[in-house]
């Protein structure tokens, strides 16, 4: 009986941390943190955001990753990112906690969502 109880307890706290980790999380990207605007390039196994106006679809087909990096200013290589439901070629509004000082940019992406 006592070690039953002791293993009920355990599931409970365990239960309750889960629970936090997620509100925070939730808590996070809605308490003002940074979001932008743009088109998914998936291709050559990465996943770009591009921000740039002049952008089309034409280009992410005909060009390269290093190329669509050297051609627009405003691209970012999306890290942590759960793309359920989008495809490339999809504009989507993301949420990021930062965005990492490298060529190209690299962002953790807290929350995406398509537009």
Do not use: C, H
Not at 1 to 6: E, P, Q, S, T, Y
Not at 38 to 61: P, Q, R
């Amino acid at each position: 009986m006592k070690r039953a109880l002791a293993i009920f307890i355990l599931i409970i706290v365990l239960l309750l941390v889960w629970f936090i980790g997620i509100f925070s999380q939730q808590a996070q990207v809605n308490e003002g943190t940074a979001a932008m605007e743009g088109t998914i390039v998936m291709k050559e196994n990465v996943i770009l955001l591009i921000e740039d106006k002049g952008f089309t679809e034409t280009d992410a087909k005909a060009r390269s990753v290093d190329e669509l990096i050297g051609k627009y200013k405003s691209v970012y290589k999306l890290n942590n990112a759960v793309l359920t439901g989008i495809k490339s070629g999809d504009k989507v509004k993301i949420w990021y906690s930062e965005i990492l000082e490298s060529f190209p940019a690299q962002v953790k992406v807290l929350k995406i969502e398509k537009l």
